[in-house]
Nanobody, 125 residues
């Protein structure tokens, strides 16, 4: 497993932007698919997005398509989540995660074995 540390969360007004970062403790480029999940108060954790090892493939949950962008810089063992046009319903703790599974169209259903501690994102209306 790889250790993951998120940063970049905070409070933002609706319509604003935030960029989350996830730094890995070890090389991730050819080892792990990276993803972001979120958990809102009183709700189950949900898949947000994932990116393949080389960065060629991405997957997004429908509610963030066109607003969120995932990117990875393998030379830095870091993955980013750019969040634009934020809505109050985006309020949640955001978690970075890694999986050694193969890329697939149903990547959201795969088991992610490594998790960060989470970073709070709060969007005010």
């Amino acid at each position: 497993q790889v250790q993951l540390v998120e940063s970049g969360g905070g409070l933002v007004q609706a319509g604003g932007s935030l960029r989350l970062s996830c730094a890995a403790s070890a090389r991730t480029s050819d080892l792990y698919i990276m993803g972001w999940f979120r958990q809102a108060p009183g709700k189950e954790r949900e898949f947000v997005t994932a990116i393949s090892r080389g960065g060629s493939f991405t997957s997004y949950t429908d509610s963030v398509k066109g607003r969120f962008t995932i990117r990875r810089v393998n030379a830095k063992n870091t993955v980013y989540l750019q969040m634009n046009s934020l809505k109050p319903e985006d309020t949640a703790v955001y978690y970075c995660a890694a999986t050694s599974a193969a890329w697939a169209t149903d990547i959201a259903r795969r088991t992610f074995g490594s998790w960060g501690q989470g970073t709070q994102v709060t969007v005010s209306s």
